[in-house]
């Protein structure tokens, strides 16, 4: 078994691995990226071998238009509670951090239920911006259901909520050139193996993994082994976290709460039923409903290529603002903005 090997002995099959010319491994998720990076994992891929970063950092694929939503409504006074990441992704004209230095309230949050607090003793309207996965999603859910029962009157939800494999089938319907996925292991242990089957229809593996070298690495290792022989599985890789069904219980409350609806993703464009809207019983808590948006819109910004970058189609230094006019300090693009951003990992890692 490829994980009770030692961290050194893996690396080596790795760096000496007779991998096929043109194998191209999509490692889908923000957090695989900068583990890969921060370990220097890329520096042990063998030459015939091409790692890419996929649509897996939930600010990257968040549009522009959603900050653009945030920002109307926090002109209109009303309270936005928010990840810290979401506060310096620019949206069309201005960013919640330029908002906030202008006066409005705006508020980094750890979790929904910190935003239900922030309602509940301020009185006052209160937006959270449900942004994030499979992972994510059922704490929001759950503080939904809690904004429900408990009758809080002044707390709402800017959705923005996505799904992973509709993104991942989208990728696929074209030809990438892809020879497997790396898979999330957080969302996995949400939705399970079975949710990637649809990739075994285009003869592409996946392997499951955590988040240590030793994970990355045994998981690449199995995902080029099953490309050299041709053999089309999804292999659960990380089984201390996800069960092959994943997790029964977050689904329900999920499919409780919120329904698939078609989404925009950045560099992906509209995406059947690949994002979750709330169910209409908890439709009041819907920021969409309660305000009239009206948000300021610009044409995309020149130059930037995250939407390629989230793509896997170019790597970060092949966008002519990369660590130049884009930078962690200064970004212009969310793939700069987010510490899972693929553009912020190469700077930071190398
Ligand atoms: S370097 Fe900046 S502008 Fe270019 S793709 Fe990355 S985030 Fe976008």
Known sequence: ????????????????????????????????????????????????????????????????????????LARQGVVITSFGDMLRVPGSRSSLEKE???????????????ALRIAAESGWETVFLAVGFETTAPG???AAMKALETKLGNFSLLTALR????????LIAVDTGLSGFLLPGHVSAVIG????????????PGVISGFGAEDIISSLLLLLEMHNK????????????????????????????FEPVD??????????????????????LDSRRRFVIKKETAPPRKGCRCGDVLRGLIDPPAC???NKACRPDQPLGPCMVSAEGSCSAWVTYG
Request: hydrophobic letters at 40%; charged letters at 25%; aromatic letters at 6%.
């Open 1 to 72: 078994m490829l994980k009770n090997t030692s961290l050194p002995r893996l690396a080596e099959r790795l760096r000496h691995f007779p991998a096929r010319p043109g194998t191209k491994i999509m490692e889908v998720c923000g957090t695989h990226t900068v583990a890969i990076r921060r370990c220097g994992i890329q520096r042990l891929l063998p030459e015939t071998m091409k790692l890419v970063s996929g649509p897996g950092c939930p600010v990257c694929v968040t549009p522009d238009s959603f900050i653009d939503e945030a920002v109307a």
């Open 193 to 204: 193996k079975q949710a990637y089957d649809f990739l075994l229809d285009r003869q592409l």
């Open 230 to 257: 041709d053999i089309y599985k999804i292999v659960n890789n990380y089984p201390a976290a996800v069960r092959d069904s994943g997790n029964e219980k977050s689904r329900a409350i999920l499919s409780k709460v």
């Open 263 to 284: 989404a925009e993703w950045r560099g992906l464009g509209s995406i059947p039923a690949s994002g979750l809207d709330l169910r209409p019983a908890y439709a009041g």
């Open 100 to 114: 906030r230095a202008a006066g409005a309230d705006i508020r980094a949050v750890y979790s929904p239920l910190d």
């Open 320 to 322: 002519p603002l990369f």
């Open 163 to 170: 799904l992973v494999p509709p993104a991942l089938k989208a």
């Open 140 to 142: 929001i859910a759950a």
